[in-house]
């Protein structure tokens, strides 16, 4: 059963980026429409921008509240 929602770092120990893993999910047929959430502490325009334009739903700034991320994830499972 594929999940509801991905929540991913943006920063992988061993080199690979969470724009890359997403690139990888989406090659795989039953979770290209799972909701993409990337976070990270990198809150460089550029990554974010780039992110948006590959199609992930959401870019999350850390530091973040517990409660902004349910919020997020809430909202990304109701428009699912």
């Avoid at 992988?12 to 976070?39: A, C, E, N, W």
């Amino acid at each position: 059963t594929p999940p509801a929602v991905i929540l991913s770092d943006l920063l992988f120990p061993g080199g690979m980026t969470g724009l890359q893993f997403y690139d990888h999910i989406r090659r795989i047929p039953k979770l290209k429409s799972v909701p993409f959430l990337l976070m990270s502490g990198i809150n460089d325009e550029f990554v974010v921008r780039a992110g948006m334009r590959m199609g992930i739903d959401n870019f999350i700034a850390k530091p973040f509240k517990l409660e902004t991320l349910l919020a997020i994830i809430e909202g990304k499972l109701k428009s699912s």
